[in-house]
């Protein structure tokens, strides 16, 4: 079959995501926290950006390790080439020890379970299991809590020989909140008499993004750089300096005139209120645009703004476009992104979709092609490509 489009265009809905955007992110948090190493956090492919081409990108940038959810997260890294360490921040599932040995993965550890799991794998394997300790200083999700347990799971890291612990980490739960800095203070205060109990010489990170520009005695030793790596500022009042990395596009499959009072898409939620131009765009829910975004959402064609009418289906969705005469069929329209003068963020698309930024550039989903971008230029192969 002779093709006329890219494979990566086949499906008529696509990402652009500039790898330049998140090499000066990560400058920005070099910038914000100097004296620091930095973790650049990948997990769930990289907040929907693909993980191995923002992994090259970031270490390329200066990042000194990378934050995955799962050993999944990381074995894929691994199996592309990347040598860098890598710290799983979620929980092991037991039965993944092995793994997390065979691959040099660094696991997050909060039992004395784990600590035994890991060194018998470690064992078995004949190497070292590196482990950081997870401290739960209030987030309440996972870690160690309090002193008892703490030294519970000291007692089990010096029984171990073959489990090194490298590092010590908290997270923060309210760091992103302007207007009130008491529990993150708490935490940090938490933090410390933790420390107290744990050997030197090991790495202690405690700093998300929001902590990064706000909390400057949460640096420690190393920062953990999530959402502004991906250009979005988690305070939500403009306090951080960053640019978005991903653009969403997708294309104009039909455009028709209908008479007002015609209904458009499901449950006729939608009527013509006057003769309306009506085009149909390639991208629904099932590529991940939010269906709640239904009756607030727009996009952008030719630089202006038109309406999205009716509900988002699974695979499509209609705009008015009365007012775009110029707009016509096979054309792109920006779901997320900039044209012209006019720009439409994931804060934007999460205000229609009651949701926050880091929800809206998790959901394109695996059908919806990744194109990348250094500067203005399209790249053809972006894994190792430097900037
Ligand atoms: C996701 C995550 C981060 C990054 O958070 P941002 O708010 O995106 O910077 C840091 N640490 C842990 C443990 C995480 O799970």
Not at 44 to 55: I, K
Not at 128 to 157: F, N, P, W
Request: charged residues 25%; glycine residues 10%; negative net charge.
């Amino acid at each position: 079959m002779i093709r006329t489009l890219p494979e990566s265009l086949l499906r008529g809905c696509w990402l652009e995501i500039d790898l330049s955007a998140i090499r000066d992110n990560v400058v920005s948090a070099k910038t914000a926290a100097p004296e620091q190493k930095i973790m650049a956090i990948v997990k769930a492919n990289a907040y929907g950006h693909g993980d191995v081409p923002v992994a090259f990108q970031a270490l390329d940038a200066g990042a000194d390790m990378l934050g995955v959810s799962g050993v999944d997260e990381g074995e894929n890294l691994r199996r592309a080439g990347i040598d860098a360490p890598i710290l799983v921040l979620g929980g092991m599932p037991f039965g993944l020890e092995d793994d997390v040995v065979r691959l040099s993965l660094t696991q997050a550890v909060y039992t004395p379970e784990h600590i035994r799991l890991l060194e018998a794998a470690a064992e078995r394997l004949g190497a070292d299991a590196y482990v950081h300790l997870k401290l739960d200083t209030g987030m309440g999700r996972i870690g160690v809590r309090g002193r008892e347990e703490l030294q519970s799971v000291m007692r089990e890291i010096e029984k171990s020989p073959r489990v090194k612990l490298t590092g010590a980490f908290t997270h923060f739960a309210d760091s992103d909140n302007p207007k009130d800095d008491s529990y993150t203070k708490m935490q940090l205060s938490r933090l410390k008499d933790m420390l107290s109990f744990l050997p030197d010489g090991i790495t202690v990170h405690a700093a998300n993004s929001a902590a990064i520009y706000r909390y400057n005695e949460a640096h420690m030793d190393m920062v953990r750089l999530g959402i502004t790596m991906y250009g979005y500022d988690p305070t939500g009042v403009g306090l951080i300096d960053v640019r978005p990395a991903m653009e969403w596009k997708a294309l104009i499959t039909h455009i028709k005139e209908i008479d007002a009072g015609e209904a458009v898409s499901y449950g006729c939620i939608f009527r013509a209120g006057r003769k309306t131009r009506v085009a149909t765009v390639c991208c629904g829910y099932a590529d991940g645009y939010h269906r709640l975004a239904t009756g607030k959402g727009s996009v952008l064609v030719c630089g202006k703004r038109a309406p999205i009418i009716g509900r988002i289906c699974m695979d499509q969705m209609m705009i008015d476009v009365t007012d775009i005469p110029e707009c016509a069929c096979n054309q792109a329209v920006t779901l997320l992104g900039r044209d012209g003068n006019e720009a439409i963020t994931a804060d934007d698309i999460a205000g229609w979709a009651e949701t926050i930024s880091y929800e809206i550039i998790c959901a394109p989903s695996l059908r919806v092609k990744r194109l990348y971008r250094i500067g203005g230029r399209l790249v053809e192969n972006p894994f190792k490509c430097q900037g």
